[in-house]
Structures are given as structure tokens and as C-alpha cells.
């Protein structure tokens, strides 16, 4: 029955994201500066995407990729599909926060940690990273 509550736990939260420009992964600067514009406690992959400052094209496919995830039960799959997200971007902060999440949910206290700095390193305004974080 655990195993089944962790598992809504994850289909309840929303998915994560990755942020490309056209052509490629964002700059440091580049995200740092979309960073800094969207200070938010949005945990909807949706209005988080859109303020990566995409082209329609890639917040699409961004938002379909973290719809999937959303929709997944298996926590140790979703887990390994966060990280693999934030890793082909390298700077989608939601993917990182939401890798967090389920290494929470999977008691992995030092990996969701590590997730949820990297949230931070890449927007240090997102609030719910900072607010998991705490809770550690």
C-alpha cells in the first residue's frame, strides 16, 4: 500500500521540464536572466515552461515530455527519466526540482537534496526547491 500512496504522490505532482532555445540549450546567462524575471512557487510544469522564454516549438515539446512524466506510477522510472530530462537540458530547474521530489518519495534524503540545489543553482527564486529543501 506504500508503494501505491508514493506512486499517486508522483501522479499528482506535476512533471518536469527541459529548456531549449531554438537551436539548443539556453546559455548560463540566458537562463540566469529568465531566472531572475520569473520568481514563482508554481509547481505546474505549464506555467513554469513558459517562463523558460522558448520558442512555441520546444515549450511544446518540453510540456509533452513532462506531461508523460506526470502520468507515470513507477517512482524509480520516473526518477531516472527526471534525471535523464535535466541532463539533455542541463537547465530545466523543474525537471531538477521534480527529480527531487521523487527521490523524497523514494527516501533518497541525500539525492533529493542534491535535486533540489540544482533547481537552485539554475533559478535560486524558485520557491517550492527552497521550501523542499528546508524540510530535508
Do not use: C
Not at 69 to 81: D, F, H, I, Q, V
Not at 119 to 135: G, V
Amino acid at each position: 500500500k506504500k508503494a501505491a500512496e508514493a506512486s499517486d504522490e508522483v501522479l499528482v505532482a506535476s512533471a518536469p521540464q527541459e529548456s531549449k532555445a531554438e537551436g539548443g540549450t539556453l546559455s548560463a546567462s540566458s537562463r540566469q536572466a529568465n531566472s531572475a524575471a520569473f520568481e514563482n512557487d508554481s509547481t505546474d510544469f505549464d506555467t513554469v515552461i513558459s517562463s523558460y522564454g522558448l520558442s512555441k516549438s520546444d515549450e511544446d515539446d518540453l510540456k509533452a515530455k513532462h506531461r508523460k512524466l506526470a502520468k507515470m506510477g513507477n517512482n524509480a522510472a520516473a526518477y531516472r527519466e527526471y534525471s535523464k530530462l535535466f541532463d539533455e537540458s542541463g537547465n530545466d530547474y523543474f525537471a531538477a526540482y521534480k527529480a527531487g521530489e521523487v527521490a523524497r518519495i523514494l527516501k533518497k534524503k541525500s539525492n533529493a537534496k542534491m535535486w533540489y540545489n540544482k533547481a537552485l543553482e539554475i533559478n535560486p527564486n524558485y520557491a517550492p526547491a527552497k521550501k523542499a529543501l528546508s524540510k530535508l
